[in-house]
C-alpha cells in the first residue's frame, strides 16, 4: 500500500486501571506496579514530508519550547539513528487530550511520532529499538511504543501484555492542574504497596486495586477530591497516573453516556472504550 503524504495516525490515552507504589530506588524513583490499557480517544498527529531538511512542528504549544516537546526530540532523536539524509517533516498536532491529566498524552505523542516516521523514512528499526529509544525520552514512552495493554513494573517500562476486560469509560478532566514531581516528593506518599502477582484486572476483590496516588491528591486538589466522590455515586471511581483526570467505568456505552450527560457543570472529559490493541498499531497495520 502506497503511504499517503500527509499521514495522520492517532495518539491515544491511556489510563492506568490501577498504581501500586512498591518502593523507592536509590536514585529517587519510584518502583510501580500498574495496569496500563487505552482508550479509542485522543489526540492526532499529522505528518508531512518536505523536501525541506530538519523537523518543524506546525502548531507549537504555548509555552513549550521546540527543546522541551516530546514530538519534536523524539524525531530529532530518530533522526540521529541514521547516517542518511532524510526528508524534513512538518508535523501538525490536534490536541485533544488535556495536558497534566494523567492521560499519557505527551508520551503518546513521543511514540506516535517515533513509529509513524520510523515508517515514513523506512528506517526499519524494530519495536524493541524504537521503545528503548522512547524510555530515554520518558517511563510511559515504551508502553504506547508496544501497543497492547500491560502489567507494568520498574518505572512502567517493564511490560507484560494483558488482557483486561474493554469496558466503557466516564473520564472527568476537574478543574485544575497538577505537578507530578510534587507528587512523588510527597511526604505523605504510600511507597511500600506490597507486590502483587500478574492477574488478571479486577478478578475476585476489586478493592485491592487502588492509585496509591489518589489520597494526596485528594488532600491536595479539592477540586479532584469533588469529582471523586461525586463520580463514586454511581461504581468505583480512581484517579489515572497522578492525575488530574480521573475515570469510572461501566459494561455498555450507553450506561456511561447517561453518567456522562448528568455530570457537574464546569467539568470537561469525554466517554470513551477501553482497548487492548492500540489505535495507533492499528492504523500502521493497515498501512503495510
Known sequence: MTTPNPLTLPSPAKLNLFLHIVGRRPDGYHELQTLFQFLDYGDD?????????????????????DEDNLIIRAARLLASTTP???PGVTIRLDKRLPMGGGLGGGSSNCATTLLGLNH??????SIDRLAELGLSLGADVPVFVRGFAAWGEGVGEKLTPAHPPEDWFVV???????????????QGLTRDTP?????????????????????????????????????????????TGTGACIFG??????????????????????????VNISPLHKKLT???
Open 195 to 239: 507486590r502483587i502477582k500478574i492477574a488478571p484486572a479486577f478478578e475476585g476483590d476489586a478493592s485491592r486495586y487502588r492509585n496509591d496516588c489518589e489520597d494526596v491528591v485528594r488532600k491536595l486538589y479539592p477540586e479532584v477530591n469533588q469529582s471523586l466522590t461525586w463520580l463514586s455515586q454511581f461504581g468505583p471511581a480512581r484517579l
Open 120 to 125: 515514513l523514512w523506512n528506517l526499519g528499526l
Open 84 to 86: 542518511r539524509e532524510l
Open 45 to 65: 498527529l499529522t505528518f508531512t514530508l518536505t523536501t525541506a531538511p530538519g523537523v518543524r512542528l506546525e502548531n507549537p504549544l504555548p509555552g513549550v519550547a
Open 286 to 288: 493497515e498501512l503495510r
Open 172 to 186: 472527568l478532566k476537574p478543574a485544575c492542574d497538577i505537578n507530578t514531581g510534587n507528587i512523588f516528593s510527597e
Open 249 to 274: 467505568r461501566f459494561p455498555t456505552e450507553s450506561a456511561a453516556r447517561i453518567i456522562w450527560e448528568s455530570k457537574p457543570s464546569g467539568i470537561t472529559g469525554f466517554v470513551a472504550k477501553g
